[in-house]
């Protein structure tokens, strides 16, 4: 067997979104990292787009920065009951959908978020950046 280097490991690691988003499986709750190191609106959107195969999944994020439908009031009020919103925190880029109650605020502090998150996070999807070598 041989070892592989770290480029080789990265290569073997990558993917497309929609193949990563195949790790959703109905029920799951998906939790995000905090601010930039959340994952990408196209990594959230190829979550949605599976809404037709999945039932009671969640979503929870934290600052919102990446524009994504998962923010869409009019898009998320139709998968009602399939993959639901569930932000820890909130910014101005989410008020429409608190305004039209569409997402379900799961209250935590910076210091009880990582145990909530560790008690109840099935899929945790973060961004990372390609290596500089």
Known sequence: MRNMNWQDEYRKKLTTYEE??????TGDMVGTALGTGSCSGDMLDAILNRHEELENVRISDSIQVYPSKLYDPEFMAKLEGRITHTPIFGIVTIRKMYQA?????WPAMTVDAGDKY????NVFALM?????K
């Open 20 to 25: 990563a988003a195949k790790v959703v499986k």
């Open 128 to 132: 990372v950046s390609k290596p500089n």
């Open 101 to 105: 109650q569409i997402s379900d605020f």
């Open 118 to 121: 560790g008690e109840r996070v």
